[in-house]
């Protein structure tokens, strides 16, 4: 019913940028949050940033002042700015949103990009 799909993944130097974002399309009434999560190898996947319809943010504390989420309602789009990207940055990061389809809501995934951050 809903997909979510990324861009902007790719390989970068520390200290570089990067500007993921994802574009979520079908039948929906209304995105609710959207969110970026990333998971690096042999760890759990984690938050990095959200936003709620109305654009109130929430970061995780590492990136917090780095990165910087957020979305266009218009377009259905939400994208994640990352400055001073670091090594520990690397991971595939995953978009995430929780989608309004009527008298029920539900959990979307994109199928996640990867950044790499040389040092």
């Known amino acids: 019913q809903v997909q979510l799909v990324e861009s902007g993944g790719g390989l970068v130097q520390a200290g570089g940028s990067l500007r993921l974002s994802c574009v979520a399309s079908?039948?929906?009434?209304?995105?609710?949050?959207m969110a970026w999560y990333r998971q690096a190898p042999g760890k759990q996947r984690e938050l990095v940033a959200g936003?709620?319809?109305?654009?109130?943010?929430n970061y995780e504390d590492s990136v917090k002042g780095r990165f910087t989420i957020s979305r266009d309602n218009a377009k259905n789009t939400v994208a994640l700015q990352m400055n001073s990207l670091e090594p520990e940055d690397t991971a595939v990061y995953s978009c995430?949103?929780?989608?309004?389809?009527?008298?029920?809501?539900?959990?979307?995934w994109g199928q996640g990009t990867q950044v790499t951050v040389s040092s």
């Open positions: 936003i709620t319809q109305s654009g109130r943010t």
């Open positions: 995430n949103a929780i989608v309004h389809l009527g008298s029920t809501s539900r959990s979307y």
């Open positions: 079908g039948r929906f009434i209304s995105i609710m949050n």
